[in-house]
């Protein structure tokens, strides 16, 4: 597939495209990049067009003898323009599986990419799926099939200041730990 035939494809489908890449929506390359990726596929689903993903979220905790138990949140991302972009996940880490990838191998991607950890034992808690209006692509239809893990840092990779990852975009991404609620 090509812009061109996306392009196409959208407007056929009335998605108001229009408005996508304004402000921090993303763009119409953004959603071709996804589908070349094989992060995303683009079909109907009960004869509606759908942007339909596979994605996993990690929770990511620690056991700190003087803190108690403390999970990592991301703190925000800086934009490469400079600007700062707050984001309230609902858990620490999350990431669109690839092709051909299962959720264990996105999962110990994730880790690796936005904390520079390996080795860390995963639980699998859940896999939820849902149906919504994509806020990234506004008016295009998405179905999220989320696969839900936790971890916990050990002592030897813990990182009291929390991590930083920084995108081939320029992006940073900051983390850092919370305390949770006793």
């Known amino acids: 597939m090509n812009i061109d035939e996306l392009t196409a494809l959208l407007r056929e489908h009335n998605i108001p495209i229009a408005r996508w890449g304004l402000g ?5 390359g953004d959603l071709l990049q996804e589908i070349s990726d094989g992060e995303t596929t683009v079909r109907y689903e009960n004869c509606v067009l759908t942007r339909c993903l596979s994605i996993v979220g990690i929770n990511v905790f620690h056991n700190d003898s003087d803190r108690g138990e403390l999970k990592l949140v991301e703190k925000m991302q800086i934009l490469a323009s400079g600007r700062s972009l707050i984001r309230n996940l609902d858990t620490s880490l999350g990431e669109k599986m ?7 191998e996105c999962v110990r991607r994730a880790i690796l990419e936005e904390l520079g950890l390996i080795g860390l034992i995963l639980f699998h808690q859940d896999t939820v799926y ?7 692509y506004p008016g295009l239809r ?12 050990p002592h030897n990779l813990f990182h009291l200041d929390g991590y930083m990852e920084t995108k081939l975009d320029g992006r940073r991404i900051l983390f850092e730990w919370i305390p949770l609620a006793t």
């Open 98 to 104: 690839r092709s051909g990838e299962n959720p264990c």
């Open 24 to 28: 921090l929506k993303k763009t119409l």
């Open 130 to 136: 849902s149906m919504k209006s994509s806020d990234s």
């Open 142 to 153: 998405t179905m999220y099939e989320k696969h839900l893990f936790y971890c916990n840092v």
